[in-house]
């Protein structure tokens, strides 16, 4: 059997140890770093700003107090906003109406109303210039002034005392005689006349409507009207 002689082991020096150390302690301190050394969604996160907690006015961390606080203030603010929109929108509302109401005003000022119809001046009545016309006015004036009378009644009475002659005059009978003859339609004296004249007729004793509404008037204070007269009254 050959015979081997194996090789001595090498001692280490104080320089091996030494170097032997070194290396060590790069291959830690390399370790080291890349365990160190962060990923990159690490990286990310670490330069990522972090969250801002509310403060309040004092610089300090809100309260639940403070955040509910924060909140009436919000909705008061909300609630002051909407009613000042709810208040424009009314005052628009109302500007519009304000606007639409004068437009109207001015329309009717400038569409000037119209003038009401006069009413037709009433045509005076007319009466024919004979016996029939002086009896139909006289009974005319006589309704208008209460005096009852009608036309047969005064028809009646005018044929017997003058036959429808308004210029007749009695020269015979105790009146003549007396100085104050009867005259007229009706045969009226003067005095009698002057007692029962009624207004709004001529003051003329032979006028035929003046004399008519005279004796009626006489005999309806007399005899209760001029129908009841069938002979000298």
């Not at 060590?24 to 390399?30: E, K, L, Y």
């Not at 001015?106 to 000037?112: H, I």
């Not at 005059?169 to 002057?194: E, H, R, Y």
Request: glycine letters at 6%; one cysteine or more; charged letters at 20%.
């Amino acid at each position: 059997m050959p015979n081997f002689t194996l090789p001595r082991p090498a001692r280490l020096t104080r320089t091996h140890k030494v170097s032997a150390a070194l290396v060590a302690t790069a291959g830690c301190a390399a370790a080291l770093a890349f365990t160190a050394a962060p990923s990159d969604a690490e990286t990310t996160a670490a330069h990522a700003p972090a969250a801002v907690k509310p403060v309040s006015a004092n610089g300090l961390p809100m309260t639940a107090k403070d955040r509910a606080d924060d909140g009436k203030q919000a909705r008061a603010v909300a609630s002051s906003v909407a009613a000042g929109l709810k208040g424009t929108a009314a005052e628009k509302q109302n500007h519009a109406a304000d606007q639409t109401a004068n437009r109207s005003v001015e329309r009717k000022a400038l569409v000037a109303p119209k003038a009401a119809p006069k009413a037709p001046k009433a045509t005076p009545k007319r009466y024919a210039n004979n016996l029939d016309g002086w009896i139909r006015e006289s009974l005319d004036i006589m309704k208008a002034k209460g005096i009852p009378g009608s036309y047969e009644g005064l028809h009646r009475n005018i044929m017997r005392e003058s036959s429808g002659n308004p210029n007749a005059v009695n020269n015979w009978d105790i009146n003549a005689i007396n100085g104050v003859p009867s005259k007229g339609l009706l045969q009226v004296i003067q005095p009698t006349f002057d007692a029962y004249h009624v207004s709004g007729t001529p003051h003329k004793l032979t006028d035929p409507i003046a004399n008519i509404t005279a004796a009626a008037n006489y005999a309806a204070d007399r005899y209760g009207s001029i129908d009841n007269v069938d002979s000298a009254y």
